[in-house]
């Protein structure tokens, strides 16, 4: 009768094993964790064209969302949002300068940003052309 109750416990303990392990999995890299980083940026607007640098960190409120510092070479701190290689800036205003854009990031270290910016009735095109350091 002991052997028998061996087997009987056997399969209840090997399913329990493989319930509790088949829930751990190895966690995946944040989609935000390849915008992290300083690049150099090489911008035209329509006002013409300009060269800084911009930092990006990662914000402490949700898993996918950024800060930008510097985008526009304005020293503004920008919250985006990302998804997989695609960014998003939702409308911001910041002093006076209202933002809006959106970018994506591909797997050169480089990072494309087309926004608007608008101040009072003035509004400006701008691409960002963003090289990782």
Same mark, same amino acid.
């Given at each position: 009768?002991?052997?028998?109750?061996n087997y009987v416990?056997?399969?209840?303990?090997?399913?329990?094993?493989l319930?509790?392990?088949?829930?751990?999995?190895?966690?995946?890299?944040?989609?935000r964790e390849k915008?992290?980083?300083?690049?150099?940026?090489?911008?035209?607007?329509?006002?013409?064209?300009?060269?800084?640098?911009?930092?990006?960190t990662?914000?402490?409120?949700?898993?996918?969302?950024?800060i930008?510092?510097n985008? $526009? @070479?304005g020293?503004? !701190? /920008? %919250?985006?949002?990302?998804?997989?290689?695609?960014? &998003?800036? *939702?409308t911001?205003?910041?002093?006076?300068?209202?933002y809006?854009?959106?970018?994506? $990031? @591909?797997?050169?270290? !480089? /990072? %494309?940003?087309?926004f608007?910016?608008?101040?009072? &009735?003035d *509004?400006?095109?701008c691409?960002?052309?963003?090289?990782?350091?």
């Amino acid at each position: 009768m002991k052997a028998l109750n061996n087997y009987v416990h056997f399969p209840i303990l090997l399913v329990g094993f493989l319930i509790f392990f088949s829930g751990c999995k190895k966690d995946n890299t944040l989609d935000r964790e390849k915008f992290i980083g300083t690049y150099n940026v090489a911008e035209n607007c329509t006002s013409g064209t300009d060269s800084y640098t911009i930092t990006i960190t990662a914000s402490s409120s949700e898993d996918d969302k950024i800060i930008i510092n510097n985008l $526009y @070479d304005g020293g503004a !701190l /920008l %919250s985006g949002t990302v998804n997989s290689s695609s960014l &998003a800036i *939702s409308t911001q205003t910041i002093d006076g300068i209202t933002y809006n854009g959106g970018g994506t $990031y @591909d797997s050169n270290d !480089l /990072l %494309s940003i087309n926004f608007i910016l608008t101040v009072g &009735a003035d *509004s400006e095109n701008c691409t960002a052309l963003c090289t990782k350091l």
